[in-house]
């Protein structure tokens, strides 16, 4: 900031307002404005920070002089400005003076380094240059090194000798230059500010690095020889030997530098962060276990003891009595590489805790010394298992999310036990939903962000759900727009599917994105034009679209008897960006045209919760709702169409959310019948005077020929490419349709029932376009769907054959099998399926993330040549089987080793276990098992797979070990004979070739040391007996025990977490009674408070089953609720009436049902417990529905004083304290006693399911009555509260006011509750008076 003009803005309003009226009210003139604007531009520059300003200092970077700025400026200026140059440099003057102090007041402790002198900055280093990084990652590699080598050379006492010395030497210099480098390398501070002052830069370096960076290459083992005068091999009298080697490690304080190395590389290789986490976990654990590892061989020096002329390394002569593990397990008579193995394998099996036993401690140091390791092993242990399982379920969180959110669906659906067709519905539902928006919670990342970043971001991430937005919320902001889309849900609408019913409330506003629904009403009604009867009419069960979507299951019992069987017409058509729902009850029933509309869903409660926040948008929405309203009532108001469609047609139809004539109405939609799929182009072009007259159907069947244009870089961009006028002009148009139709349609259109969305080149226009076909037309191209149920099957049996082949290679080229005739043909048969595999992948089709299937032929080979070709091929050509005929049985051993180098290419076909995932992923969704068996199944299979595969080149590495030894001592055996020939485990045990079945018995140990291996059990019955055993035990442990804590992290996340409703709910009633406890309520009190709980997860679900359904489409919806609550239906008076013989009114609607059901609470009551007490009344916010089980309604002329005990309080949740004497039975008249009191109760009614009350109670009626529940059994009731309707929309109210009403006056009319109470008496029923 040095060098340059600020002015305080305040100072500087002061100033101008003294030099007149620049910044006065009355300053008008134009020379004013100009000194103004002048003094406005003045105050913006001084805030102009100086990396911004180009140029001299305070020149305004002009690069010129300030005197000379001024004077260019004044010669060129006119009078005006003259006044203003004047005015500026008077503002200069009057806060120049203030300036130094005005930045140091702001600056804070910056305020040196903006003073420093420039000699202080001189060299300062950027610790962000390309060359101090290139530096840092050269010296990275140095570090490695050093504490690599220096730990092995402490101890194994192998000091540098010749060459290597001297490159020590050079590598220590190299690192003290690091440090003269250090003292010159600025530093940024908490505000990202580089600091460049020299004395700040060193003060910060000598309290930080210094002390480390100087003990990491100063020489100290030179300066104590040159101290002492000896060298390291005479100071073994002077017990200096190990104090010095000790010293050496002080270049491991180099590590602390590696931090930045290991930043570099992230930079570089650009990993992910969970491989970069795991790769830097494996990484930590081998240095871990190489610093261990040298550090147990030190322990162990001097092998021999203090005998003279003999190496501290050994080996020791015979009759030496030195105790320590390395002259105990006789490994100085092998080479150091060898002993370095040994440590390393020792430390491994001890911190992975396999422990096999063949080497331990020998003295004290070594056994404090296996205290010590073994609480390092017990950590790195411990951190593998808790790592390894987050860090590969971090590796895709998208995926983890997507399962855990299907696993909880998948545990609803199980527990509900609904069918199958159900199951697969929802599935797919929340697949498309999922594969459409973001699984994480957006709302939560999008509501903490600021809010352009937040608007910019929305508008990237659902820029085409905001184009269909513009239309229907033209007059509303586009901030408005942005808050509506995060509130969106995609749904997915196939044809005939009832989105609402007629008369349907609904509590969702529905857009459509792409397709075409139908409206359609009933010409058998006479009163739908009238709006103030759509809400009296909306509980009279309609029959149109008398289907349900899965017509498998069983039909509604409940189905309605009328005479007039409904006549549908059609009354208009919701095409893109159509709004549908904003009207309640409206007298028409809307359901799927085209064979999959998308569709985007709200619910009205958010909607206007948006609309309030905006001002006006809530009239706005209203006045539109009004205009609707009168569309709308046009349109039912209009006779059928004279016209003669195939269908019934209204002459008015509602498109566009406008009334015109049927006549602009597309010709496809008046079609009883259409055929094959239905492009856009099709519904966007209305019909012509051809089609109005009703011609041949040529014109028909040119709406085939019209396709949608589609844009490479986005699905979302259709276009019509080919108008009816283009198709009619030019070429013949025979010709025309009969290529268009050949091409969408395929050979045989009528077969096909199931239509994709395909992208694929039109023959005509040789254009990239997106149509609706059948499958057979796809299949006529000779592609493959990849929801093909054959491609299925297929997918399966390649599995199979990959599982085969998995579990057969490894065991024939580690146990060198020869396959007799049977196995060679079976080998070539799978080679074949697989070869076959990849031509069927050239020509299956791709799905993108819009669902639109490609089945271009260059675009599906390109992305499977840049996926899994490489791998397929190198999996499937069969090079083994061509090198073995190319060489020949000449019995050449360099022959015989090349077969086997060869033979391990057969190992490539490992490599098709990675589309294993994909398979698997269909057979889930084929066998439909639970989530819990599924993931049991894979960690089985997963841990048999590796203990297998480990297992089988266990003894592979036996047999194919250093064949340059010749003798034990020389492969690196422990207590070896030099005079014996190298051995293997299995030789050990005495599992020789010449055993029968030897084979046999050989794998079946070897998968044995594998298990015992990767559980960490380590019998030690089997364990290595050479180097390369060793190196391979080694591998085997650290994968092991990473592939072991994968699964007992998984296996404690399954034990953590209930599976199946009953694990939960049981969970679930074991915290309502720990609370109960807790409360100190009487056993009987937590027995009635635990008999609710139950009956309500019984219910409703444990799960939270509300907002499951709510996700669920609104005809998906309804079929699950009435399955669930089936029995339910049946015994509630609400939909069936007080006798369950049906209301006199007739059956309701299952939108209504639906709806009253998720409003309606369960609730259970104890045997005499009190629902509701009449001197409680005024707090009785319920109606209660009884379900099962029987009430009474009875009346006490005296009520019992609250201190005895007897009265109970009511609550909310309508339950209450038992009456005091809980012997007495209901009977006509009871009277109960007690000291100083009485009570006398009399039963008035019995209320048995179907039946309801408390609505006398909520009316707050003058004569009300008590209810209890009967003392001959519980009572499970349904209840409506007060306080759920004020959340319901008014509509939706008034139509529950209705139903109420009707059952109260069949209740009162039939006399249930009284006929019950004379039932129980006995008594003969009268005959009730009109």
Known sequence: MRGMRRISPARNRRSVSKGGSVLGADAAGPDDEKKFLLALQLDIEARVPPSRVQGTAGTGGTGASPDEEMSDSSENSEPGEKVGSALERELEAASVDSQEDEFVEESGREAPLKKQSPERCWRIISPKDSWKMKWDFFCGFFIIYTIIFSTWRIGFDQPATGFLFYFDLVVDG???????????????????????????????????????????????????????????????????????????????????????FMSLLEEKLDLSPAMIRMVKLIANIVFLAHLLACMWHFIALPVCGDIEDVPTTGPCPDGTESVNWVRNTGADRLSLASRYVTSFYFVTATMMAVGYGEISGQNTGERVYCIILQLFGATSFGFILSSVTSLLESANPRSQEHTKKMNEIKEWIAGRKLPRKIRVRIREHYNHALAKKSIFNEAEILGNMPCSIRMDVIQKSYQDWLVKLARPFALEDLALRIELVQLLQPQQVLAKDVLLEEGEISSEVILVLNGCLEAICNANQNDISDPKRWVHNCLRRSRLGDRSPFPDEEEDNMSIDSDDEPIEVLCGVFLESDLIGQLPAVPVMVRGFTNSTEVLVINKDGLADVQSRFPGALARAEAAEEVLRGELVKVLESDQSKVGFERSVKATVLMNSVAVPCEQLPFIVTKREHEGPISTAELSTPMTQAEIGGGDGASSESAHAKTLKFSPTSSSNLSSTMSGASLRSGRSLVDLVYKAKRWVSGPDLHKGTTLVFTSSINPITDQVEVIEETQESVQARWIILPTDWRKLWWDMFVGAL?????????????????????????????????????????????????????????????????????????????????????????????????????????????????????????????????????????????????????????????????????????????????????????????????????????????????????????????????????????????????????????????????????????????????????????????????????????????????????????????????????????????????????????????????????????????????????????????????????????????????????????????????????????????????????????????????????????????????????????????????????????????????????????????????????????????????
Not at 188 to 206: N, P, Q
Not at 1072 to 1086: A, D, G, L, P, Y
Not at 1263 to 1280: H, I, N, Q, V
């Open 802 to 1330: 990959i599982v085969y082949s998995v579990l057969l290679i490894p065991w024939r080229i580690s146990f060198d099998i020869q396959t007799e005739i049977a196995g060679t043909i079976v080998d070539v048969f799978v080679d074949i399926m697989f070869a076959c595999d990849m031509v069927f992948n050239f020509r299956t089709a791709l799905i993108d993330n819009d669902g639109i299937t490609d089945t271009i032929p260059c675009n599906i080979a390109r992305a499977y040549i840049r996926g899994w070709f490489l791998i397929d091929l190198g999996s499937t050509f069969p090079v083994d089987r061509i090198a073995e005929i190319a060489l020949g049985d000449s019995g050449d051993l360099r022959a015989l080793k090349m077969i086997r180098m060869v033979r391990l290419v057969r190992l490539l076909k490992l490599a098709r276990m990675l589309k294993m995932g994909k398979i698997a992923q269909k057979m889930e969704d084929l066998l439909d098992l639970s989530p819990l068996a599924l993931k049991c199944l894979n960690l089985g299979g997963t841990l048999t797979f590796f203990s297998h595969f480990l297992g089988c080149f266990w003894f592979y590495v036996s047999t194919h070990n250093d064949v340059s030894a010749t003798n034990e001592c020389e492969s690196g055996k422990l207590g070896c004979d030099a005079s014996l020939p190298p051995t293997t485990w299995w030789k050990e045990i005495n599992l020789h070739d010449d055993v029968e079945d030897s084979k046999t018995h050989q794998y079946i140990a070897a998968v044995y040391w594998a298990f015992t291996t990767m559980t960490t059990v380590g019998y030690g019955d089997i364990h290595p007996r050479s180097d390369g055993e060793r190196i391979y035990a080694i591998v085997a442990m650290i994968f092991g025990a990473t592939m072991f804590g994968y699964i007992i992290g998984s296996i404690a996340a399954l034990a953590g977490q209930e599976r199946g409703i009953e694990a939960v709910t049981k969970k679930r009633l074991s915290m309502v009674r720990n609370w109960c406890e807790e409360q100190m309520f009487s056993e009987t009190k937590i027995k009635q408070v635990l008999r609710h709980y139950q009956f309500l997860y019984q219910e409703r679900s444990p799960y939270h089953e509300h907002g499951l359904i709510l996700e669920l489409p609104n005809f998906v919806r309804k079929e699950v609720q009435k399955y669930i609550y089936d029995n339910r239906i049946k015994r509630i008076g609400l939909f069936v009436g007080p006798s369950m013989k049906g209301l006199d009114t007739g059956h309701l609607p299952d939108w209504f049902i639906c709806w009253a059901m998720r409003l309606l609470e369960p609730q259970a009551m104890s045997p005499g417990e009190i629902i509701v007490n009449a001197e409680d009344a005024s707090f009785v916010q319920e109606i209660f529905f009884v379900c099962d089980g029987e009430c009474e309604a009875y009346v006490q002329k005296r009520i019992v004083p609250a201190f005895s005990g007897s009265q109970g309080g009511h609550s909310d949740t309508g339950g209450s304290t038992d009456l005091h004497d809980e012997g007495a039975v209901a009977q006509d008249t009871l009277v109960t006693k007690s000291p100083g009191s009485g009570v006398k109760i009399k039963t008035m009614m019995v209320f048995s399911p179907g039946c309801f009350f408390g609505l006398e109670h909520l009316a707050m009626q003058h004569e009300m009555y008590s209810a209890r529940c009967s003392k001959s059994g519980p009572a499970f009731l349904y209840t409506l509260r007060q306080s759920t309707l004020v959340e319901v929309q008014p509509d939706m109210v008034k139509a529950i006011q209705m139903a109420i009403l009707s059952l109260t006056t069949q209740q009162v009319k039939s006399r249930i509750p009284q006929k019950n109470l004379e039932a129980r008496r006995g008594a003969t029923p009268q005959t009730p008076k009109s």
């Open 174 to 260: 190299l690192f003290a230059a690091d440090t003269i480098i250090c003292f010159r390398t600025g530093f940024f501070d908490e505000e990202d500010m580089l600091v460049t002052d020299s004395w700040l830069v060193a003060r910060r370096y000598l309290l930080s690095y210094f002390v480390v960076d100087v003990l990491s290459w100063l020489p100290i083992t030179l300066i104590v020889e040159g101290l002492t005068g000896d060298s390291a091999s005479s100071m073994r009298s002077m017990k200096l030997m190990k104090i010095v080697r000790l010293v050496r490690l002080m270049k491991l304080m180099r590590l602390f530098k590696l931090g930045r």
